[in-house]
């Protein structure tokens, strides 16, 4: 793990493997419950030898190219501090073009939007995979059908439900059951493997090729349904601070992918001996005394798949508050010993309702393939734009090196990603409007927060000049330490006004705090807080957070100690300001979305839980702010 990974930790590789196996490899590691369904099942590929031969080729190439060669070789290499995933890319990638502000703006839009369509995959994902597993039940008796839905909704709301609990106490049973499940697809592929050993020659690229030449219309519309095989693929990138690049890869290589290629095979040998298989090939792979525990291993790794995914929506979405795309939320931590394990109820139970909606309006995981795609494919695009910027930029490598490592991967994803434009009207729009939706909001709360802190420095006053002419004629001082919170460090901060205005005093001693979040993963506890004295025991200062640290103003205030001011817990106070925003006609907004930043801005959760304040020290002073 990065050296530079404040929780990195020195647990052996045997236990980084088992960890990654059950949180990064759940969603592309229960794909096989779908994704040959799905081709042969669309109508489009006529069903004889040579294409199943050729259907798997592709298959296999596609793990290769796609997850093997760009995920796991080129795009694990471009860590921001050791952390992976798009936003962390995002970051490196427009720090890298600082000096081009165009650039960089179109940049943070274009990742900002792979970000929100990351929310539209959390509600496809848990839907598909659940509801796949549970359709199992129709192979073991037709009569189970009517069930499937019910069923499917009841173990998706325990999930959900658990999450405020925390996953610590049966997190440690992912490794093992996805490794189990990894072991049982192995085994059901080899055992139709050896009936048509032959079947293997399909690894052949040649197959693929073939395929592609001689039915190239119907290579293009199977592509949307091929690209189930690599879902999953951009949590390898994302989750890559939690494990380290060598697991990771380890994991890849030497255990998931081979458990896959053997089941995909397995499915292929066993449509040559019997083409009925085709309605559900996965499960008609086991014999029927398996059929059973089968359904119950893959329902429990495709909850597992789901869990990574809903962690995952809780940490993208505490990244984006902090980079200042979203309000803050309320954030509960379910773990006092791992900071990382957190819970946001809004986020949590939006996600609920939204899958919930889904699975009601799709009602198979056949009708949910035709949503899935989208989201994935233009978040893999995303990732191989970003990913030349950084080569490029950030690792000043020629450009035509850059333009080498990434040209043909982009023309993949460009292929994978115009197969999935078909089916938009059949589903392919639903994870796009939550996408949208997301969007409009972060940046509809980004330019309004841009537009209040305009108003705010406008109309503010320059605090050392204010000092100055307070301590002319003092008011009455009081004992303790009073803390203000501003936007900006150089004005007033309403609070202060509103104190003086009201209670006609001053603390003994006034720290004004300015927090700073930054484009990086971490900030180095000796970069977190800078100091300025003021005189008359005054103080400003700014404390540093990047988008992965754990606020907490409190712990972070503590060297102001070795500036001369004493920071006794019973006797400081936190005045923070609570703006109420007025929307107005002006050259700001849209009358529309000013009205929906005022009503995102009245109903964020408040600074004091975010930054960790003591809920008996809070002190919040409001005014209206128009804008």
């Known amino acids: 793990m990065d050296k530079h990974h404040p929780h990195a930790s020195k647990s052996t590789l045997g236990a980084l493997v088992l960890g990654a196996i059950g949180v990064v490899f759940g969603d592309i590691g229960t794909s096989v419950l779908y994704s040959v369904k799905e081709v042969f099942g669309s109508g489009h590929v006529q069903f004889t030898i040579d294409n199943v031969y050729g259907i798997l080729s592709i298959f296999f190439w596609t793990l290769t190219i796609i997850v093997s ?47 929100c369509l990351f929310y539209g995959d959390g509600v496809i994902t848990p839907a598909i995979s659940v509801l796949s597993a549970v359709e199992g039940l129709e192979v073991v008796s037709p009569t189970f059908k009517e069930y499937v839905i019910p069923i499917t909704l009841f173990v998706l709301f325990l999930l959900f439900w658990v999450q405020k609990h925390g996953t610590q106490g049966i997190g440690k049973f992912f490794g093992p059951i996805m490794v189990l499940w990894l072991i049982a697809i192995a085994s059901l592929g080899v055992l139709h493997i050896a009936g048509h050993p032959e079947i293997l020659w399909a690894i052949s690229p040649h197959y693929a090729l073939g395929f592609m030449w001689n039915y190239p219309g119907t290579t293009f519309i199977i592509l949307g349904a091929v690209v189930l095989c690599v879902t999953g693929g951009e949590a390898l ?29 397995g499915q292929g040998a066993l449509l040559l001996e019997n083409p009925e298989a085709v309605k559900n090939p996965f499960f008609m792979l ?15 790794a495709t909850v597992i798949a789901s869990q990574a995914l809903i962690s995952g929506a809780f940490s993208v979405t505490k990244q984006v ?39 009601v309006l799709f009602r198979s995981s056949s009708n949910l393939a035709a949503a899935y795609g989208i989201a994935v494919t233009t978040d893999m695009l995303i ?20 333009l080498a490592a990434t040209g043909f991967f982009f023309v993949v994803d460009i292929a994978f990603w115009g197969s999935n434009l078909l089916k938009l009207v059949h589903g392919g729009w639903f994870p796009l409007v939550i996408a949208a939706s997301i969007f409009l909001l972060m940046v509809t709360w980004r330019d309004g927060r841009a537009l209040l802190n305009r108003k705010l420095v406008s109309e503010g006053l320059d605090l050392k000049s204010f ?14 330490t009073a803390i203000f919170l501003t936007a900006n460090v150089d004005n007033v901060p309403n609070a202060l006004m509103h104190n003086l205005k009201h209670n006609k005093v001053l603390h003994k001693q006034n720290v004004f705090v ?114």
């Open 69 to 115: 060669l760009k995920y796991v070789t080129l795009v694990l290499r471009a860590d921001n501090n050791g952390e992976g995933g798009l936003v962390a890319m995002l970051t490196l990638a427009s720090q890298a073009v600082q000096d081009r502000p165009r650039l960089r703006h179109a940049m943070l839009l274009v990742g900002v939007f792979g970000t």
């Open 237 to 265: 990138y994302a989750d890559m601070g939690h494990f380290g690049k060598k697991p990771i890869r380890v994991s890849w290589f030497f255990i998931v992918m081979p458990a896959l290629v053997l089941n995909y095979f």
């Open 286 to 300: 086991a014999p029927k005394w398996a059929l059973l525990p089968m359904v119950g291993l893959a329902t429990a």
């Open 321 to 359: 508050i902090q980079l200042g795309y979203l309000p803050r939320l309320q954030v509960q931590h379910t773990n006092v010993h791992e900071t990382g394990q957190i819970y946001i109820p809004f986020v949590n139970w939006g996600l609920f309702v939204l899958i919930v909606l889904a699975v």
């Open 383 to 402: 990732t191989t734009v970003l990913t030349f910027f950084v080569i490029h930029y950030a690792w000043r490598m020629p450009l035509a090196l850059a």
């Open 467 to 480: 000092l100055e002419a307070v301590f002319y004629s003092p008011p009455a001082r009081v004992e303790g």
């Open 514 to 627: 300015t927090v700073r979040s930054h484009e990086v993963p971490w900030v180095e506890p000796e970069q977190r807080l800078s100091v300025q004295p003021l005189g008359n025991d005054c103080w400003t200062a700014v404390v540093n957070y990047g988008f992965m640290d754990d606020p907490n103003l409190p712990r972070a205030l503590e060297p102001l100690q070795q500036h001369g001011c004493r920071l006794d817990p019973m006797q400081t106070s936190y005045f923070l300001s609570r703006d109420s925003v007025v929307p107005r006609l002006g050259d700001g907004m849209a009358p529309w979305r000013e009205k929906l930043f005022a009503q995102m801005h009245h109903n964020a959760s408040g600074a004091a839980d975010f930054l960790g304040l003591p809920s008996n020290a809070v002190v919040e002073l409001g005014s209206k702010v128009e804008i």
